[in-house]
């Protein structure tokens, strides 16, 4: 992207560099800067705001832990725009969680509520390529599993995937978020029992991923059925499963 000496203007605050990430993040709303376009250098930036290095820096570090931009810099140039807002909203929760100020109860609960509207309203606005990536979301999984694999990744992306299909962007946000917290904590569960029996810990896993496509399954069958209250239940007991399951690796 082309950008001009221009592009950037002196700005003046008491808290300079509040301002200078708001700048930068009016630019990417309005659509002037976009992901994977590079920020200048922290040299050009203060001298185009017309602010120091370190009020640069600051609003760089600033629009890193929103989400906006990542500061791994590769060749010549400043930070990339790119979108992390949903993999930042989910490292919220997790941090929540390990100060165990989010318990896995309420966790499940909170889950249960947003998707089974989320469901809901899928179940309404769902079109045929929605269904079609369900259904080969499922036999993706499937697939894993019959290769002696787990398939965490499928099963978080079912959920993704219905979000999707209710066509509201906020929940796509909220449940993807919520969605990013659970595959985590999986993750490191899973990774902590195999270091200390790798094979019952991969069975185990198996037989759980086998019951999340069996959930997924039902779920998508109802929904192709239109039976709403079906689907919700099929998702409560999916999600208590897990919620079980969850209790029982942390003893």
Do not use: C
């Not at 469901?119 to 599993?145: M, Q, V």
């Not at 086998?210 to 059925?225: D, F, R, S």
């Amino acid at each position: 992207m082309k950008r001009t000496k221009t592009l950037f203007t002196p700005v003046r605050n008491e808290r300079t560099f509040e301002k200078v990430s708001s700048r930068i993040k009016d630019l990417i709303f309005d659509g002037v800067l976009k992901s994977g376009d590079r920020l200048p250098s922290e040299n050009e930036l203060a001298q185009q705001f017309n602010v120091s290095r370190q009020t640069v820096r600051e609003a760089l570090r600033i629009l890193e832990l929103s989400g906006f931009i990542t500061t791994q810099k590769r060749g010549s140039g400043g930070p990339l725009i790119k979108d992390t807002i949903l993999n930042t909203i989910s490292d919220l929760y997790l941090d929540a969680f390990r100060m165990e100020k989010i318990s896995i109860e309420e966790l499940t609960l909170v889950r249960f509520e947003i998707e089974r509207v989320v469901l809901d309203h899928a179940i309404d606005k769902a079109d045929e390529s929605d269904i079609e990536a369900l259904r080969h979301n499922i036999i993706r999984a499937k697939e894993k599993i019959e290769d002696n694999g787990t398939a965490i990744d499928e099963h978080i992306e079912f959920h993704n995937l219905l979000a999707k299909a209710s066509k509201n962007h906020v929940f796509v946000i909220v449940s993807g978020s919520l969605a990013a917290a659970v595959r985590d904590i999986l993750t490191r569960i899973t990774l902590g029992a195999e270091a200390t029996d790798h094979a019952v810990s991969h069975d185990e896993r198996l037989i759980n991923s086998k019951n999340t496509v069996h959930y997924h399954e039902k779920i998508l069958e109802a929904m192709l059925e239109k039976k709403k209250e079906k689907a919700a239940l099929l998702l409560k007991e999916h999600l208590n499963e897990v919620e079980g399951r969850l209790r029982s690796f942390m003893g």
